[in-house]
């Protein structure tokens, strides 16, 4: 009834009945997508005014069989993983037998650590096969993971740590990215001298260097491995427990941990996987993200595996060794699909065509996720990477709603480069009026973009602040689900995402919020204030500006800016640095203290006379001073 539309017609079909009856619909696809130990009789309960959502409650399964003894059982000598590590020439392949094994030792060996069920396993892993054999051990004996992305710097990754109240963390001694060395076992103990709970620090044995110790609370995997038998029973799993914390930005300083449940995620990454990508078993998929984020999550680990397909996960950066790095990867391994965020894809065309010479021949589609893609980026994509053979999805999709929301169906759905074109199956969004808070009916309409009902992969809390989760998400526009995206549906019912309407931005497909960085830069003793403000760049999509007032006037500032970037590197990440930062004398503030940063945005814009209405500034003649500074710094 609900089978994989093959024409934008049958979709129409099928999208009506889908949202017509949405518990059918998802009802269904549970039952033919995962495997169950025990059924369920209630699809649906709660709502969004009450938060309270909850799918397939009395359901009974668990995530990491469904990703690999199904598999495993059927054909144990089938590749789950391709690997490539950061230098060329060293590949590993991992099949679901061997995947089985490697998860069933590690479920014992965090089993004798004193992990039990429910507890949070922080992962601090490069995107390595390891870190699959982690998510997968965690789900196996129903601890919830918590993969803390590797740019992180020790201080965020503490407060992750903190936050989550985890006592355990899987990391390695140390990791290699676009031929650099991270030291991620010192970052980790750094951490770890503020985070007096932690009991258990297991360790990945990956270069081989030597690392700081702690014989009370250190342990090598390897050793361990050896211990433990190759087969260990899953755990029986109810659908609604937590599967797995992903810690985000949102328009606040302090970055909340969505947490997604077993049964509902493991439907939308199954569902979406095999309807937007159109994944087959004998298919090999790479998708480029990181598996510390949601990407990496849905789309390297779980989509891919829970449809018994083979995964391609590469640990490097898009130029290392060369900008045909990807294109070497996909043409060396027959990739069908890959997967990739528009900011790698922007750097990758701005090299040149003369990277693209591998053919390529199995590509079948091309993904894009992340931040709009422009539509050159696209035509480039089809034309030069896909070779005007391979179809375009540009997935929407967001940390809170754990899937595809917004999509292409490959193959099925005709596609406007620069719009990410129909809504998913099941999932019914609508455009919100900003100011009315109406919903805008028809075509040609812009506005907010908002979700009407719950589906079952949406997250169900921020761990341990429901309020703060009914706060961003629900009490907005009440009764909607606000997805903190502008949109615009056009005559076809297409969509056309906008960007952010808070303060979250998106440098380079990571997902940042000004007041995280504002927060970072006022650490520095010698910050009075600081704004940040987005603007947009060629590159990296969005870049990140401060506008910074010190206490007390500062002669080299370019020392200061020195001073401040590495601030920002060590309270955050290097990702985090802003593209520029300027020294104000004063920030341009209402009488209530509010800072306009819409004066600062407009500055960055090139506009020198029209700020719209500034009366309520306390100090209007400081924006000709701030002018001055961008100017001369320009
Ligand atoms: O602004 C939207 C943008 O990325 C945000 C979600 O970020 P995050 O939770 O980190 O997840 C990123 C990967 C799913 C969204 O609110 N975004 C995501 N996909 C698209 C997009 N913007 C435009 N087009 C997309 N396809």
């Known amino acids: ?55 397939f409650l009395e359901g009974r399964l668990n995530a990491s069989y469904n990703c690999i003894d199904r598999h495993a059982l059927r054909d144990r000598h089938k590749i789950a993983i391709i690997s490539e590590a950061d230098e060329p020439g060293n590949e590993r392949s991992i099949t679901y037998g061997e995947l089985l094994r490697d998860v069933s030792r590690l479920s014992y060996i965090l089993k004798d650590m004193g992990v039990k069920k429910g507890d949070v ?15 997968l051990a965690c789900s196996r004996i129903g601890a919830v993971h918590s993969v803390v992305f590797m740019g992180f710097s020790a201080a965020s990754l503490r407060d992750r740590i903190l936050d989550a109240r985890s006592k355990f963390i899987i990391t390695t ?107 087959q078993e004998s298919d090999r998929y790479f998708c480029a993200g990181d598996i510390g984020w949601i990407t990496g999550h849905t789309y390297l680990v779980y989509g891919p595996l829970l449809l018994g397909s083979t995964t391609v996960i590469f640990e490097g950066t898009p130029s290392y060794p060369t900008f045909s790095r990807f294109w070497d990867i996909i043409d060396k391994h027959g990739i069908t699909h890959f997967y990739a965020a528009p900011t790698a894809l922007r750097i990758l065309k701005r090299a040149g065509p003369s990277h693209i010479t591998a053919p390529m021949k199995k590509l079948r589609v091309l993904g894009s996720i992340g931040e709009p893609i422009a539509p050159e980026v696209w035509k480039w994509y089809y034309e030069t990477v896909g070779r005007g053979r391979a179809y375009i999805v540009d997935t929407y999709f967001q940390t809170e709603t754990g899937c595809h929301v917004v999509t292409p169906l490959a193959g099925s759905i005709p596609t406007k480069p620069g719009s990410c074109t129909v809504p998913f199956l099941g999932i019914e969004p609508v455009i919100i009026d900003s100011i009315s808070g109406a919903e805008l009916q028809g075509s040609n309409v812009e506005g907010i973009l908002a979700i009407k009902h719950p589906w079952p992969s949406m997250a169900r809390t921020v761990w341990r602040d429901h309020d703060r989760y009914m706060g961003t998400y ?161």
């Open 173 to 279: 001694d140390e990791a290699r990215r676009g031929g650099k060395t991270i030291a991620t076992k010192v970052i980790v103990n750094e951490a770890l001298l503020q985070c007096p709970l932690v009991s258990g620090c297991l360790v990945l044995r990956y270069t081989g260097s030597d690392v700081p110790w702690s014989p009370s609370r250190d342990l090598w995997w390897h050793e361990e491995a050896g211990k433990w038998p190759a087969y260990f029973p899953p755990e029986s799993m109810s659908a609604e427990d937590p599967l797995f914390l992903l810690y985000t930005s949102g328009s606040t300083g302090k970055p909340k941990g969505l947490m997604h449940t077993t049964a509902g995620f493991l439907l939308g990454a199954a569902i979406t996987t095999k309807y937007v990508f159109d994944l």
């Open 1 to 55: 009834m609900y089978d994989v539309p093959t024409t934008l017609e049958e979709y129409r079909i099928i999208y009506a009945k889908s949202i017509q009856d949405p518990e059918h619909f998802w009802a269904g696809k549970a039952r033919e997508l995962l495997h169950w130990y025990q059924d369920f009789q209630t699809i649906h309960t709660g709502n969004f005014s009450d938060g309270d959502n909850a799918w």
């Open 474 to 634: 629900f009490n907005i526009y009440g009764g909607y689900y606000f997805t903190g995206d502008g949109a615009y549906r056009d005559e076809d019912g297409y969509y056309w995402i906008r960007g952010r309407v808070d303060d979250v931005v998106n440098v380079s497909g990571h997902r940042l919020s000004t007041a995280e960085l504002e927060a970072a830069l006022l650490e520095n003793a010698h910050v009075a204030e600081a704004a940040v403000v987005e603007m947009n760049d060629e590159l990296t999509g969005q870049a990140l500006v401060a506008y910074v007032s010190l206490k007390e006037s500062c002669t080299d500032t370019g020392i200061m800016k020195k001073t401040l970037i590495e601030q920002v590197r060590k309270s955050i990440g290097s990702f985090a640095a802003p593209k520029a930062i300027y020294f104000v004398s004063d920030l341009p503030k209402t009488r209530s203290g509010k800072i306009m940063r819409r004066v600062l945005r407009k500055i960055l814009d090139g506009e020198r006379e029209s700020f719209g209405d500034t009366s309520t500034l306390l100090n209007p003649s400081i924006i000709q001073s701030i002018i001055e500074v961008v100017e001369e710094g320009a």
């Open 121 to 135: 396993v922080v992962i601090y892993l490069p995107n390595i096969p390891e870190a699959l054999v982690a998510i």
